[in-house]
């Protein structure tokens, strides 16, 4: 998702020329005026503290266990309700009141409009804060310029007019801080003097400064002293915006490039669709899922400040457990934790999903979990079946996954050793190294199912009967090329109504689980969705850009995606052994964290096992965290990761330390994967080839 557009003051400060004065001026009497009629009711003091613990109890949320989730859902009600408590329902804060200014001339009438999240209006003192998600006059501020002429149909009456001034501010601790209009943008320094900042694209998306010094990395984007950033909503471009404005009942698929938006779209239609009709659509009813875990982090994140704290966002394995619970009324068996990935890869293929799709189903009583459970054990150790399943991948699964799929099942269905041995004696059970007769063995996965095998099982039911248990009002479900077809129809079923937002980007497909937009939107049961294609890339300046579309060679799209700026050259370096390039990228994230200390770097491995050992070299710097298994804080320093666990995700800087022909050969999974490493870079991107360079880096020349 997209950050906001971050400038950098420029080395000589500009002052500032009548017009800027002026507008700067407009702004501080407008702010003013709306402090003036919020009067009493001024910001809340302790807030911040609630809202923070709010978000610390989310978190805990999303990787509690059953057990444990109740308190901490009472505990969050008890946070929500002291909160709701301090401050009025409904009110704008005064610390933060607005983060856009429209002025439009309507006949001979002028009016100025505050946009927010919520509505004020105070006649008398001129002052009218709109919320954006459902005021009529906020769709002028997203689809005309300052100074184009507009006309617009509004309930009751057409509108038309001209815009006069389009402005997006920030207001930090009730203080303007910063006016963006057209070209121009001004920022107030730490010593309260407004300065003309140099800005290199003012759009959605991150801004890049001058490389500190010729080969080092570092743009200056993590400076102190910053200017602080707008708020992202009011940086949505016409496109966006339109999506977001979508009727809610017309499903809707939004597709683009990394860095183009869709996780901004599909959260903001998610706020817009539950503001407009609240009682159909209460956040206690709308739910997104995404696949990793720090995704799910960042979307609660995101989605407090649109006032959806309260919808849940989980993981698909999380929704997979809570779905299988609901439709089977029992817990999820013990699963196992270390699926061999040629058994996962068939289990989400498009090949399985449409061969059980056109089994026949015997009529009857809807049947029972343990039926179920034996008729995939069945079909899993089937050699026949799984060859067909092989055949239908025509070529993407090899027939080495027939083998290792028979073998993992068979180890599965055995009876576990301990139940062998129930009747002897437990002191004679008992083993040299304390462990239990089959811990740390083959034998171990006795029992288990697979997490792959939970949306199997929703879809055998729901073909055979079963009810779709707990019905959502409205889902997003975000990186919808990594959900697989089981889980996409399984997702559909929960649906209450055609209520959806799908987003998603082919490029980016980690898995072998994506059969194309049509089939996925078929899964789902949400043919006639309708499609936003997302054409501009906010994330990425040109360079980073270019370099990606060239690793993706010829899974790339015809058209490269549109770069909304220019920014930092992309730097390769060959080295001729491993320990060569961690010694240099060591002392170049050393010297980066030391000159930018408010800096977000992630040093992006191809597997865990590498950043591990990246990480041991760093492990004394107190800003450096191994972040696997999506366990992000969102905090500056540096994050040491694999590509697994950052889709979704952006950082100002980003190294990849492992670009070698073993790390990333020529083969479509390994362009689409380091496709998506180099695109979390908002900034400037470092790629280190030790050994023999990866062949994807033909575009890009070694420095």
Known sequence: ????????????????????????????????????????????????????????????????????????????????????????????????????????????????????????????????????????????????????EFEEAFPGRVAAGVVEARRVVVVDRGVLTRVSAGELTVARGADGVWRRLAVEGAALGGGAGKAARAGALGTGAGARGRAAAPDITALLDPDQFEAVSAPPDRPLLVIGSAGSGKTTVALHRLARIAFEDPRRFP???????????????????????????????????????????????????????????????????????????????????????????????????????????????????????????????????????????????????????????????????????????????????????????????????????????????????HLDGRSVTLAGDDAQQTFSSYAGWPQALAAFGAERAATVRLETTYRCPRPIAEAAHAILGPLAPATPPRAGRDGAPVSRFDFPTEAHAQLFLVGAVRDLVEREPDASVAVVAHSAEVARAFHRLIADMPEARLALDGRFSFRPGVDVTDVASVKGLEFDYVVVPDASVRAYPDADEARRRLHVAVTRAAHQLWIAAPGTPSPLLRAIPPA
């Open 283 to 493: 956040p206690s009813r709308m739910q997104v899922v995404v696949p990793e875990l720090g995704l799910a982090q960042l979307a609660a994140r995101l989605l407090e400040p649109l006032g959806l704290d309260r919808a849940a966002v989980r993981t698909l394995d999380s929704w997979s457990r809570g779905a299988f619970q609901s439709v089977f009324r029992a817990p999820p068996p013990r699963l196992c934790a270390d699926t061999p990935s040629l058994v996962s890869r068939l289990k989400r293929h498009p090949a399985l999903y449409e061969t059980l799709r056109r089994r026949p189903r015997l009529a009857g009583a809807r049947p029972s979990l343990a039926k179920l459970r034996q008729e995939l054990g069945d079909l899993c150790v089937d050699q026949t079946f799984l060859a067909g399943v092989v055949r239908a991948s025509q070529g993407d699964l090899p027939t080495t996954a027939i083998e290792e799929t028979l073998r993992h099942t068979r180890l599965q269905l055995a009876p576990p050793p301990d139940d062998l041995v129930a009747g002897v004696d437990p002191d004679r059970r008992e083993t040299l190294d304390g462990l239990g007769l089959s811990e740390d063995t083959p034998e171990a996965i006795a029992g288990t199912l697979d997490p792959e095998d939970l949306p199997i099982l929703l879809f055998l039911a729901t073909l055979g009967g079963a009810g779709g248990g707990r019905s959502l009002a409205h889902l997003v479900v975000d990186e919808a090329e990594d959900v697989s077809l089981f889980e996409l129809f399984a997702l559909g079923r």
């Open 1 to 148: 998702m997209p950050n906001p557009t971050t400038e950098s003051i420029a080395p000589a400060p500009e002052s500032l020329d009548a017009r800027a004065r002026a507008i700067v001026a407009e702004e501080e009497a407008l702010l003013a005026a709306v402090h003036g009629a919020l009067g009493a009711r001024a910001a809340v003091r302790g807030e911040g503290d609630l809202a923070g613990r709010l978000r610390e109890l989310r978190d805990e949320a999303l990787e509690s266990t059953a057990k444990d989730l109740p308190t901490v859902f009472q505990e969050m009600g008890l946070v929500r309700a002291v909160l709701e408590r301090q401050r009025p329902d409904g009110f704008p804060d005064p610390s933060a009141p607005y983060f856009a200014h429209l002025r439009v001339r309507e006949g001979g009438e002028v009016r100025d409009y505050c946009l927010g999240r919520h509505t004020f209006v105070d006649r008398g003192a001129g002052v009218r804060v709109v919320d954006w998600r459902y005021a009529p006059i906020s769709a002028l501020f997203y689809r005309y310029r300052e100074g184009e």
